[in-house]
């Protein structure tokens, strides 16, 4: 399928779970290396740190299966030219690239020197799989954010020298929240580079869980209500704790929740600056005006039923397109199917939701 426009995805994925780690890393950390083996259930589990991960207990389990539908399974989440095929029959200029498993379990470990080394080698390898054509495949840095002066050296050879175009953050890193003044470094490095902050949940991360996971031993629930709530409160701290005025430059992108929440989500966040915006005089303006100073991107599912309603309430300059390529709820083939025949929405929305805010929130060159 050829789309006529250069699309760009805002958020693909790549599976890092099968590289030898081990081999990566110094002495040192070798034993405590990602790897797969068999689990006390005898299933087969990623082991980092010596413990089995995702949590065995069922909550947030990234397995998540058995699924009602066929998993889209694609070559291109270990092999970048096979990837590039499946971009070409998708008119898919451009993807950013992120992790999985463990790019989103990095951030969580217990042991900072060992997360210091397992990101470097985890960012270097992700450049290695971009090298295969690095004017169409991005991808963004995953920080070790237990050592904040570590995170922005890393940040700063990500961006400089292998041409990374974003840092991803956890909205929940041990109980704290983006707002907290704990990640002001990085956002001052990311602003200085230019480089946005990519909000991204993964779930069932110990001491990081996203909302919900720890109540559940069903995937169905911790899925469902672990990416939305999230990002719901990454947007309020944000917005609460001022940061669009301390960071005037910097960017925002919140990422695999869907938008069809934000109309009623900004409703509520103006209601409560107009009745309770005392307790945070850091929120000047009323949220829904926030939005204007185009610092804040949402990417949409392809296919959600709100997202004309979206684009109704608060214009379409903040909305982008991301597959979410190959995860199991994700489309393919067809990703952007929806968009392109979408009767509601205008060909300018479907330009800027496809392209063009997407080339406004990444530095792509």
Known sequence: MTTGLQTIDADGHIEETHIAWKERLPKKYQDAAPARRPGADGQSRLFIEGKAWPKPNGAGLGVGGPYSRPHPRRQGMTD???????????????AVLFGGGLGGSIPALEDAGFAVELARARNTWVAEYCSANPARLKTVAVLPQQDISASVAELNRTVTELGFVGVSLLPNLRGKHVGNPYFFPIYQEAERLNVPICV??????????????????KFFYSHLFGHPFEQMIALAVILGEGLLDRFPKLRFVFLEAGCGWLPYWIDRLNEHQEVLGVQVP???????KLLERRQLFFSCEPDET???????????????????????????????????????????????ILSGNSRRLYPLG
């Open 200 to 217: 991204h949940m993964f779930l069932g991360r110990y001491g990081s869980e996203a909302t919900g996971t720890v109540r559940f031993d």
């Open 282 to 288: 850091a929120l000047k303006e009323r949220p829904s």
């Open 306 to 352: 709100e997202l004309a309603h979206v684009v109704e309430v608060i214009g379409d300059d903040s909305i982008v397109f991301a597959s979410d390529y190959s995860h199991f709820d994700s489309r393919f083939p067809g990703a952007s199917k929806p968009i392109l025949d979408h009767p509601k929405l205008s060909d300018g929305s479907k330009r800027k």
């Open 80 to 94: 970048p030219k096979a990837r590039l095929v499946d971009m070409d029959s998708e008119g898919i200029d451009v």
